[in-house]
T-cell receptor, first 112, second 113 residues
Framework: SQTIHQWPATLVQPVGSPLSLECTVEGTSNPNLYWYRQAAGRGLQLLFYSVGIGQISSEVPQNLSASRPQDRQFILSSKKLLLSDSGFYLC???????????FGPGTRLLVL | GENVEQHPSTLSVQEGDSAVIKCTYSDSASNYFPWYKQELGKRPQLIIDIRSNVGEKKDQRIAVTLNKTAKHFSLHITETQPEDSAVYFCAASGGSGTYKYIFGTGTRLKVLA
């Protein structure tokens, strides 16, 4: 069966520090992968999506970037975190039908 | 641009009553409409979905209806229970941005015991 992992689960970082969040999917090949951010009590903001290795589409211009070095690995990065980067970061993938998105457990990031 | 409006933003119902959440989408090419439930501090979980070639789908106490002409779809929860309390998100996809969902802003449902 397919599973999705995210780490770390929680992270507290100072303003101006770098960031690297990782998402991996098991049990499937060539999934579409997505990064979302959710501010406290708010909705889901799509940040990036990828339909294949090395293919990244950015939805919101900001100080974040994404990479997909392997088929089932999706990485979210920043060189310098801002206070406004705090939130709940969710990775998602679509199954073979490329329709239904399934979310990972998320990473809760607090920037101080 | 593409947009999904969701109403109401908050909804309180007595245990055992029904709850209805409504969404309206703008992209007429959208053809897939999932609903997610998000409990506090957890990931969104798919609870039901519907495709544009179907008008209604039911799964136990949960049902979704779709009106393609009016471009709106609704989530119906019957016989609500306290564990139904959560935030519910609708989404639309399959339009011009084929791989992307456009999410609604969410509905916070409270089921009062």
């Amino acid at each position: 069966s397919q599973t999705i992992h995210q780490w770390p689960a929680t992270l507290v970082q100072p303003v101006g520090s770098p960031l690297s969040l990782e998402c991996t999917v098991e049990g499937t090949s060539n999934p579409n992968l997505y990064w979302y951010r959710q501010a406290a009590g708010r909705g889901l903001q799509l940040l990036f999506y990828s339909v294949g290795i090395g293919q990244i589409s950015s939805e919101v211009p900001q100080n974040l970037s994404a990479s997909r070095p392997q088929d089932r690995q999706f990485i979210l990065s920043s060189k310098k975190l801002l206070l406004s980067d705090s939130g709940f970061y969710l990775c998602a993938w679509t199954g073979d039908n490329q329709e239904t998105q399934y979310f990972g457990p998320g990473t809760r990031l607090l920037v101080l | 641009g593409e947009n999904v409006e969701q109403h109401p933003s908050t909804l309180s119902v007595q245990e055992g009553d029904s709850a209805v959440i409504k969404c309206t989408y703008s992209d007429s090419a959208s053809n897939y409409f999932p609903w997610y439930k998000q409990e506090l501090g957890k990931r969104p979980q798919l609870i039901i979905d519907i495709r544009s070639n179907v008008g209604e789908k039911k799964d136990q106490r949960i049902a979704v209806t779709l009106n393609k002409t009016a471009k709106h779809f609704s989530l119906h929860i019957t016989e609500t229970q306290p564990e139904d309390s959560a935030v519910y998100f609708c989404a639309a996809s399959g339009g011009s941005g084929t791989y992307k969902y456009i999410f609604g802003t969410g509905t916070r449902l409270k089921v009062l015991a």
